[in-house]
């Protein structure tokens, strides 16, 4: 299986639909319910709704989902009759799969009640017509890459005593966003030191800082406090996330002061300085995070090119 633990929970939505084809004769009795073995529509609506909650136990690579809805509707024409599941779950990964093993459990149970009756029954043309969520419906597009810069906070990385690691991730993971980083230093544990800096890069038209480390319980741990110094609009939800989502996978992430902000038109964030801590708070603010530009330059407007509406 694929591991999705790194994956955020958002509203999944699919649609998937199939076709039966059968004598014209045979379709009339499904809508008169005079077929031999019962009410056809309601045993298929009852057999799609469980395929799509076992999808997991025979399609061998689908993760087991919570489903919070399955609905299952028909349209029947003339020898047709046209089979669609919807699917909502609020999860990790998509509920395309749930969806067309809900529609194909309906058809084969449909098959199944009409085979005594007609031996030209078919369905075909199952398939996914509609899907929502996850990380493709939270693209934000740019004229232009946007500019970040990393600084890592510690004394004992800034003497040279130990190597880099979460500053490294934190950039790469960046670039591999498509944001520019020309900026990438380490600054020891000084606040006026990270204060200043902070103010520079702002001041320079930088889109997003990020900063790593000094964010814990120890007499050296200040980029918090050096942070307040400088942003003019806290802004809670992003370490509120960063927070929430590092406690679902270690009790320590409570432990982390974190802060985040606005200066200008600049957005600043403190994270922890480990390399898992670093990692899995990026996993956390992205794509989100990237929303908040076009609503800091004004929702979007004429005159800021850099944000491309799609």
């Known amino acids: 299986m694929i591991d999705v633990s790194p994956k955020f ?5 699919a649609k998937a639909e199939g076709i039966l084809t059968a004598n014209l004769e045979t379709i009339k009795r499904v809508a008169e319910k005079t077929v031999p073995k019962g009410d056809v529509l309601q045993v298929a609506r009852a057999a799609g709704i469980t395929a ?18 399955v609905d299952i509707s028909f349209d029947i024409g003339k020898d047709t009759i046209k089979i669609s599941a919807e699917v909502k779950a609020i999860w990790k990964t998509g509920v395309e799969m749930e969806a067309m093993a809900a ?19 078919s369905f075909s043309c199952v398939k996914l017509v509609k899907k929502k969520g996850g990380k493709s419906s939270f693209k934000e597009y740019f004229a232009e890459p946007l500019k970040s810069a990393v600084l890592v906070i510690s004394d004992s990385t800034y003497a040279g005593n130990r190597e880099d690691t979460s500053g490294k991730i934190i950039k790469l ?21 990270i204060s200043n800096r902070l103010r ?4 320079e038209n930088i889109d997003l ?57 600049t957005i600043i964030i403190n994270l922890p300085g480990s390399s898992k801590g670093a990692q899995e708070s990026m996993e956390a603010l992205f794509p989100g995070l990237l929303h908040a530009f076009p609503m800091l330059w004004g929702g979007g407007h004429d005159e800021e090119k850099r944000w491309i509406k799609k």
């Open 9 to 13: 929970n958002t509203l999944r939505y």
């Open 52 to 69: 799509a909650k076992n999808a997991a136990s025979w399609i061998i690579f689908c993760h087991t989902l919570p489903l919070d809805w």
């Open 103 to 121: 529609v194909t459990g309906a058809l084969l149970n449909v098959y199944d009640m009409l085979k005594p009756l007609d031996d030209n029954i």
């Open 173 to 193: 993971f960046l670039e591999d966003k498509e944001l520019s980083v020309p900026v990438y230093e380490i600054l020891p544990d000084d606040s006026d030191q």
């Open 200 to 203: 520079q890069l702002a001041d």
């Open 209 to 265: 800082v990020i900063t790593t480390g000094g964010t814990g319980f120890g007499p050296r741990d200040i980029t918090p406090e050096a942070t307040a110094k400088v942003i003019e609009k806290e802004t809670p939800g992003l370490v509120e996330t960063i927070r929430r989502y590092g406690k679902e996978r270690t009790p320590y992430a409570m432990l982390s002061r974190e802060l985040a902000g606005i200066r200008g038109k």
